[in-house]
């Protein structure tokens, strides 16, 4: 099982960008995803996830209105929109899936079976 997470960059304060996280699941349809970051010197935090369908999606407070979850699961696909970024958002993005049951959006980090390696946003002041 393998999670490419791609699309990170160096942006402006109030720029965009789309992140990317391509998953070899082999029935990705079953799997609730979601993204996470990790700032210097912090702990992994939950910034938004998916569950199998598409249909439902949480947010962290931190990036509701301003981050949009998506996925694709003919491509087996996830993306992350992120839009009015602020340096507060700097940190290394994370994609997880979580093989579940249920069609349950999952925000606990804990729960996440499979990781991608991480893509670096920067926004800049």
């Known amino acids: 099982v393998q999670l490419q997470a791609s699309g990170g960059g160096l942006v402006q304060a109030g720029g965009s960008l789309r992140l990317s996280c391509a998953a070899s699941l082999r029935t990705f349809s079953t799997y609730a995803m979601g993204w996470f970051r990790q700032a210097p010197g912090k702990e992994r935090e939950f910034v938004s996830a998916?569950?199998?369908?598409?249909?439902?999606?949480k947010y962290a407070d931190s990036v509701k209105g301003r981050f949009t979850i998506s996925r694709d699961n003919a491509k087996n696909t996830m993306f992350l929109q992120m839009n009015s970024l602020k340096p507060e958002d700097t940190a290394v993005y994370y994609c997880?899936?979580?093989?579940?049951?249920?069609?349950?959006?999952?925000?606990?980090?804990?729960?996440?079976?499979?990781w991608g390696q991480g893509t670096q946003v920067t926004v800049s002041s």
């Open positions: 998916i569950n199998r369908g598409g249909g439902s999606t």
């Open positions: 997880a899936a979580d093989l579940v049951i249920s069609d349950r959006v999952e925000i606990e980090l804990d729960e996440y079976d499979y």
